[in-house]
């Protein structure tokens, strides 16, 4: 019998999963579908913001004026020593609110932390004080916004005109208690107090002839 008249065999047909094709556009009935999150999370943060921000605007809006126009000038020294003495407690406040939060340690004793968390509030509320009086002095960045409004005793135009060098006094002001504070932590806090080297020689192995270690060396007399 010749080679070529025998017939070619038949492949075998492939198994369903391998003649299985995934449609486009087609969703999967195995994988289930995720929730998405990406809404409630920036409902979250917007809400957040204005949570933070809102202290700041009623600030603004009901003591700003009353502030600059009547308690700043009526200061001890004038409205100058009233921004340094804000300047100084813009460090000290952030340390208050920072310092206790340094000290937690969830790992280790969870109520602890939250108490130390619970004492940062104070410091907080604080700075939230400090940067209203800040803010109260802050002009609006186009010039076609200086309305009455700014130029009202104890708006922020008004502050600037009758008091010049008002941030020059603030800055100064915080970056000096800002050093002082530093200094304090490192020449208290910051460093443990080194511990003294020994002085004393070790004393002599005994020997045979001297138990106690003095060798044939005598006391003198």
């Known amino acids: 019998m010749s080679r070529g008249s025998a017939k070619p065999k038949r492949r075998k047909a492939a198994g369903a999963a391998l003649r299985y094709e995934h449609r486009p556009g087609r969703a999967a009935a195995e994988q289930p579908k995720k929730r998405d999150w990406s809404c409630l999370g920036g409902c979250a943060i917007l809400v957040g913001f204005v949570a933070l921000i809102m202290p700041l605007v009623l600030f603004d809006m009901y003591w700003g004026h009353d502030l600059w126009g009547g308690l700043a000038p009526a200061w001890p020294g004038g409205a100058y020593a009233f921004t340094a003495s804000v300047g100084v407690l813009v460090p000290l406040v952030f340390l208050v609110w920072v310092w206790p939060l340094t000290r937690m340690n969830w790992k280790k004793s969870k109520p602890r932390s939250l108490a130390w968390a619970t004492a940062s509030l104070p410091g907080l509320a604080a700075g939230y004080l400090v940067a209203g009086v800040i803010g109260t002095t802050v002009r609006p960045k186009r010039r076609r916004d200086w ?55 070790p004393e002599d192995d005994p020997t045979p002839r001297s138990p106690t270690g003095t060798g044939d060396r005598r006391p003198p007399a």
Do not use: M, N, Q
Request: glycine letters at 10%; hydrophobic letters at 40%.
């Open 147 to 201: 309305d009455y409004d700014c130029y009202r005793e104890g708006g922020p135009c008004w502050v600037h005109v009758h008091y010049p060098y008002l941030w020059v006094v603030g800055l100064v002001a915080t970056l000096a208690a800002a050093a002082l504070l530093i200094t304090l932590f490192f020449k208290y806090g910051g460093r443990s107090s080194a511990t003294a080297p020994s002085t004393s020689e």
